[in-house]
């Protein structure tokens, strides 16, 4: 099966599922390292893909998220007449039933043992004491947060961060930083992805807060870091004083 993956999540997911399936990936597709994928195409950026270069190497299917890609490039890519499989991604049951629709549905490939590691790491996470209460910037200029039904947001809960803004009206509110200092929570949760936070850039804006600097891939990724994921986050969040 010829495949391109607009996700890099699941460029991931299919490159250590299924070694040579990938024929394209887009720009911001990091792991696995350019070295270890190959010949494999560059297809242009999640939000503005090129669909003639997509269409030109004669995928079997190409792989999308409803979040991540935008409906009229997947359109554009229907309408040349390419397979597209879309994926939804709201917390960790659906992050892991779809990832099993695309590799053992889709793709026709046995379920990996990655995924069923995943799940058993996940299953063993019991967080211990109150939960405590954050916000979640993913952007700042301006300042952006997990808000409601967010697939990060269900994994923080999971290890007993409680995300202040999950009632929020919207997935990814714009809140300014001075009313996120007045918000009352225990700690800031900083990822280093979508925005590129840092101990200089981000903790500075919230002065006596204590900040929990994490990897975005294994807080906002569905793929084989999933299996890893609690480990490598509770250990940041312990290092940030959060039990």
Request: hydrophobic fraction near 50%; charged fraction near 20%.
């Amino acid at each position: 099966m010829r495949v391109v993956s607009l996700v890099p999540s699941l460029t991931e997911a299919v490159a250590v599922s299924a070694p040579g399936a990938l024929v394209g990936v887009t720009d911001w597709c990091t792991h696995p390292a350019p070295a270890e994928l190959g010949d494999v195409a560059r297809v242009g950026g999640t939000k503005n893909p090129d669909v003639r270069r997509i269409a030109e190497l004669r995928p079997d299917l190409v792989i999308a998220n409803e979040e991540e890609n935008r409906a009229p490039d997947l359109a554009e890519l229907r309408a040349a007449g390419l397979r597209v499989l879309v994926t939804e991604v709201r917390d960790l049951p659906q992050a892991l039933s779809e990832l099993e629709r695309l590799l053992v549905g889709a793709m026709g490939l046995e379920r990996p043992g990655w995924l069923s590691d995943a799940e058993a790491a996940w299953a063993r996470v019991a967080p211990a004491g109150e939960p405590r209460l954050a916000f979640v910037p993913i952007w700042r200029r301006p300042w952006m947060v997990l808000g409601r039904d967010t697939f990060a947001g269900d994994l923080l809960a999971r290890l007993g961060v409680r995300n202040a803004y999950a009632g929020h009206a919207e997935r990814y509110p714009r809140i300014p930083a001075a009313e996120l200092a007045a918000a009352g929570c225990d700690l800031v949760v900083l990822p280093d992805e979508p925005y590129r936070f840092t101990a200089g850039d981000g903790p500075e804006a919230f002065p006596g807060l204590p900040a929990a600097l994490l990897s975005g891939r294994h807080l906002t990724w569905y793929g084989p870091s999933l299996a890893e994921a609690p480990a490598v986050l509770a250990a940041a969040l312990r290092a940030a004083g959060v039990a």
